[in-house]
């Protein structure tokens, strides 16, 4: 057998088992518009499974910011930014990020997921002790792994279990670093920042934040010393960033290997982003509708009050969740179902995202359509 066929046997067989499993996932042909809109082949939809949480990627200022920037400066970076220089859009945008999370400095990166893996092997190695909360985003254990550091999970938000285990582990290691998220993307709930941060001091453990789901929306409260995030979810553009100490910062553009060996963000993305950054702190009352309308979704169907705009609807077996968002489908509603390994076996759920874009009657259409097709299996 050849490299190829044999490869192209791995390939399908592999596939075919997650078929059984009713895991496999495919690319459908999707548009977004303004107003929570989205088309798949000829059948208009209202999208309740996209992270644009402020409906800001389809705001007319955002896309005139991005337009502007792409006339005066083009399509790409070019290289990275120790090459090429650093862009005046990305030096904005740094600041602005800063400024907002209250820290000396900011950095960002080609997306979330690559500032973790940068960020994380930065501050650990081999001798030292990685404590990430089990639901945690799947680029912060990439992130651990890569660094060498002994890599540990503690239960999910329980802050004794991560206590327990740094008063067992603590002395064996040099640094120690705690990573988890301020919202839970698949749950929609929010860390105990303060207790964490609380014990952290107490072992002289470092605290990282990952705000991607809570940034704009859901960020009041304790603010740890490492805050990162995206751009791409409430600020409606792509990349991610770091807010940190300016030492930090400057440490990451040395060490932080998906940023140094990166092209740096095009300038569109920066000042989409930049725009939608000064749209956000100008305007709280925006900032607050998703977690409005999360509460009333919540309310109307008797499930456990909405902690931020994620809101899951656990149904259990993949192959049910399928078939629950295929029929919410049908009736105008794009509702994702999410299965293993993105949530853990047996958890597989509808994850319900709430935007600014959304009006309270496709809100409450949506809560009537899953009243209807859940009343007896509903649960939160």
Known sequence: MSDRSSLDAFAHATLAELDAKALRRRL??????????????????????????????????????????????GAGAGASRLVTGNHPVLVALEERLAAHKGTEAALVFGSGYLANLGIVPALAGAQDLILVDALGHSCL??????????????????????????????????????????VFSMDGDRAPLSEILAVAAEFEAWTL?????????????????LEMGTLSKTLGSYGGYLCASQGVIDLMTNRARSFVYTTGLPPASAAAALRALEIVQAEPERAARPLMLARRFTARLGLPEAQSPIVPILIG??????AL?????????LVVA?????????????????????????????AEALAALTASTLRG
């Open 28 to 73: 459908v042909a999707t548009t977004r518009g303004a107003e929570a809109a989205a088309h798949r082949d000829t059948r208009a939809l209202v999208s309740f499974s996209c992270n644009d949480y402020l409906g800001l990627a389809n705001d007319p200022r955002v896309i005139a910011a991005a337009h502007d920037a792409l006339d005066r400066y």
């Open 141 to 182: 254990f990439s992130g651990a792994r890569v660094s060498g550091a002994t890599m540990l999970r503690f239960r999910h938000n329980d802050v004794d279990h991560l206590r327990a285990i740094l008063s067992a582990r603590r002395a064996k290691h040099g640094r120690a670093l705690i990573l988890t998220e301020r």
């Open 209 to 225: 934040v990952d705000d991607a789901h809570g940034l704009g929306v859901v960020e009041a409260g304790a603010r740890a010393p």
């Open 317 to 322: 077996e993949a192959d049910a969740a399928l």
């Open 325 to 333: 968002s295929a029929t919410l489908e049908e009736r105008g509603f």
């Open 338 to 366: 999410i299965r293993p390994p993105t949530v853990p076996a047996g958890t597989a759920r509808l994850r319900v995202a709430f935007s600014a874009a959304h009006s309270e009657a496709q809100v409450e259409a949506l």
